[in-house]
Protein backbone atom coordinates (compact mmCIF):
# COMPACT_ATOMS: atom_id res chain seq x y z
CA UNK A 1 0.00 0.00 0.00
CA UNK A 2 3.04 2.41 0.56
CA UNK A 3 4.46 1.79 -3.14
CA UNK A 4 1.06 2.39 -4.71
CA UNK A 5 1.01 6.05 -2.57
CA UNK A 6 4.25 6.62 -3.69
CA UNK A 7 3.40 5.64 -6.90
CA UNK A 8 0.37 7.91 -7.22
CA UNK A 9 2.33 10.84 -5.39
CA UNK A 10 5.10 10.31 -8.14
CA UNK A 11 2.81 10.64 -11.31
CA UNK A 12 1.24 13.54 -10.03
CA UNK A 13 3.98 15.51 -9.20
CA UNK A 14 5.05 13.90 -12.55
CA UNK A 15 2.35 15.20 -14.29
CA UNK A 16 2.40 18.72 -12.49
CA UNK A 17 6.31 19.25 -13.52
CA UNK A 18 6.02 18.47 -17.61
CA UNK A 19 2.94 20.94 -17.50
CA UNK A 20 5.04 23.55 -15.94
CA UNK A 21 8.17 22.95 -17.93
CA UNK A 22 7.60 25.80 -20.51
CA UNK A 23 6.54 28.24 -17.10
CA UNK A 24 9.69 27.05 -15.54
CA UNK A 25 12.30 27.89 -18.63
CA UNK A 26 10.44 30.88 -19.09
CA UNK A 27 11.73 31.78 -14.96
CA UNK A 28 15.52 30.68 -14.89
CA UNK A 29 15.72 32.94 -18.44
CA UNK A 30 13.83 36.00 -17.05
CA UNK A 31 15.31 35.38 -13.40
CA UNK A 32 19.12 35.43 -15.10
CA UNK A 33 18.29 38.59 -17.06
CA UNK A 34 16.91 40.26 -13.64
CA UNK A 35 20.34 38.92 -11.79
CA UNK A 36 22.25 40.68 -14.47
CA UNK A 37 20.39 43.61 -14.76
CA UNK A 38 21.05 44.43 -10.88
CA UNK A 39 24.77 43.65 -11.34
CA UNK A 40 24.98 45.71 -14.20
CA UNK A 41 23.14 48.66 -12.70
CA UNK A 42 25.58 48.34 -9.42
CA UNK A 43 28.58 48.47 -12.07
CA UNK A 44 27.40 51.29 -13.72
CA UNK A 45 29.05 54.91 -14.34
CA UNK A 46 26.96 57.16 -15.76
CA UNK A 47 23.40 57.91 -14.86
CA UNK A 48 22.10 57.41 -18.45
CA UNK A 49 23.60 53.48 -18.22
CA UNK A 50 21.81 52.93 -14.66
CA UNK A 51 18.65 54.07 -16.11
CA UNK A 52 19.12 51.31 -19.08
CA UNK A 53 19.84 48.76 -16.38
CA UNK A 54 16.84 49.87 -14.51
CA UNK A 55 14.64 49.14 -17.59
CA UNK A 56 16.13 46.56 -18.43
CA UNK A 57 15.83 45.51 -14.87
CA UNK A 58 12.24 45.91 -14.65
CA UNK A 59 10.87 44.50 -18.12
CA UNK A 60 12.82 41.28 -16.39
CA UNK A 61 10.47 41.42 -13.15
CA UNK A 62 7.66 41.72 -15.18
CA UNK A 63 8.38 38.57 -16.95
CA UNK A 64 9.88 36.71 -13.81
CA UNK A 65 6.59 37.57 -11.98
CA UNK A 66 4.39 36.57 -14.79
CA UNK A 67 6.10 32.64 -14.75
CA UNK A 68 5.61 32.71 -10.87
CA UNK A 69 2.89 29.32 -11.45
CA UNK A 70 6.28 27.70 -12.40
CA UNK A 71 7.00 27.48 -8.95
CA UNK A 72 4.66 24.66 -8.84
CA UNK A 73 6.56 22.72 -11.23
CA UNK A 74 10.09 23.59 -9.16
CA UNK A 75 7.70 22.17 -6.10
CA UNK A 76 6.65 19.13 -8.14
CA UNK A 77 10.35 18.00 -8.86
CA UNK A 78 11.12 18.28 -5.35
CA UNK A 79 8.66 15.78 -4.73
CA UNK A 80 9.36 13.49 -7.26
CA UNK A 81 13.04 13.49 -5.51
CA UNK A 82 11.66 12.87 -2.30
CA UNK A 83 9.61 9.63 -3.99
CA UNK A 84 12.88 8.25 -5.51
CA UNK A 85 14.46 8.46 -2.21
CA UNK A 86 11.53 6.81 -0.19
CA UNK A 87 11.36 4.24 -3.44
CA UNK A 88 14.96 3.58 -3.16
CA UNK A 89 14.92 2.95 0.75
CA UNK A 90 16.31 0.33 2.04
CA UNK A 91 13.83 -0.74 4.62
CA UNK A 92 15.54 -1.07 7.99
CA UNK A 93 15.76 -4.13 10.29
CA UNK A 94 14.32 -2.67 13.96
CA UNK A 95 15.95 -5.22 16.42
CA UNK A 96 12.95 -6.70 19.07
CA UNK A 97 14.29 -5.70 22.19
CA UNK A 98 14.47 -8.69 24.68
CA UNK A 99 11.96 -10.14 26.92
CA UNK A 100 13.01 -8.33 30.05
CA UNK A 101 11.99 -12.09 31.89
CA UNK A 102 14.48 -13.96 29.84
CA UNK A 103 17.39 -11.63 30.82
CA UNK A 104 16.14 -12.43 34.93
CA UNK A 105 16.33 -15.71 34.12
CA UNK A 106 20.30 -15.72 33.04
CA UNK A 107 21.13 -13.29 35.49
CA UNK A 108 19.56 -15.97 38.35
CA UNK A 109 21.12 -18.81 37.15
CA UNK A 110 24.39 -16.86 37.25
CA UNK A 111 23.80 -16.53 40.84
CA UNK A 112 22.54 -19.50 41.79
CA UNK A 113 26.08 -21.12 39.86
CA UNK A 114 27.72 -18.95 41.97
Known amino acids: MKKFGLLLAGGVAAIVAIANFGPMIGLAISAAILYYAVKGFLLADSTCKKILWVLIGLAALSATLSNMPA????????????????????????????????????????????
Open 71 to 114: LFGVVAIGILYLVYKKWNEQPSHTKTPEDPFTNFEKQWDALRQS
